[in-house]
């Protein structure tokens, strides 16, 4: 039983950690330090992102052109980054494969069947990941950190440009403090191509929409 979090009652890296189905807790609990706050908000941004309003069937169709094709398959490879990175084991496995098959040009039937087991346990994750949100009762924006005031913006730009370029998950504590800021600081459609990238944990999309606004490290 996932018993309810109190984000605010203990340190991060102290708190229960949330099991979550598809998800293998070890591997994922160990890279991100233990910190459930940070899980919480990859799995939020994780669902916001594959979650597919029109159901996932249609979502993960299986392409009838080779235009459909290669996005299909950069989208799968994104699914895959993502699911690795959050303990989605069979999930990140199948996505690989799919791609392989998409790639070589095996069996399509084969590949079709895949794509539907791919389906399946995506639809399992997103499951386990609203049970959890629901169950816990976690509120991630309670535990976001505080904004910054204006005198400490340039070195935190500078430093989270550094975790970008670093690939360091803690790039994501970082663009939390300087949201607000950077949302009067760029043009809406570089503030949403950001908060993509981010939530995609794309932090070279992000890098690239943030290096004019600060100093290089």
């Known amino acids: 039983e996932v018993m309810p979090l109190a984000p ?5 890296d102290q708190l229960p950690w949330p099991a979550v189905s598809g998800i293998q807790e070890a591997a994922v609990r160990e890279r991100l330090g233990g910190d459930v706050p940070l899980f919480m908000r990859l799995l939020k941004g994780f669902a916001a992102e594959y979650s597919a309003p ?11 052109s080779s ?5 299909y398959a950069k989208r799968l490879h994104r699914l895959h980054g993502s699911a690795a990175m959050l303990g989605m084991v069979d999930l990140a496995q199948t996505a690989e494969r799919v791609q392989r098959e998409v ?10 069947d895949h794509a539907q087991s791919l389906v399946a346990q995506l639809a399992l994750v997103l499951a386990g990941i609203a049970h959890v949100q629901q169950v816990t ?5 309670s535990a976001a950190p505080a904004a910054l005031p204006a005198e400490q913006v340039l070195p935190e730009l500078s430093g989270l440009l550094q975790a970008l370029r670093a690939r360091e998950l ?7 403090r300087l949201r607000d800021v950077l949302r009067g600081a760029l043009s809406q459609d570089d503030m949403a191509r950001l908060d993509r990238a981010m939530t995609a944990l794309d932090f070279e999309a992000a890098e690239q929409v943030l290096s004019a606004l600060g100093p290089s490290p």
């Open 8 to 12: 605010l009652a203990a340190p991060p």
């Open 137 to 141: 009762g976690f509120a991630d924006e």
């Open 103 to 112: 790639a070589t040009g095996s069996d399509a039937t084969t590949a079709m």
């Open 67 to 71: 235009t459909e094709m290669e996005i």
């Open 170 to 176: 803690g790039a994501l504590d970082d663009y939390e």
């Open 54 to 64: 029109q159901g996932l069937d249609v979502a993960w169709a299986w392409p009838g």
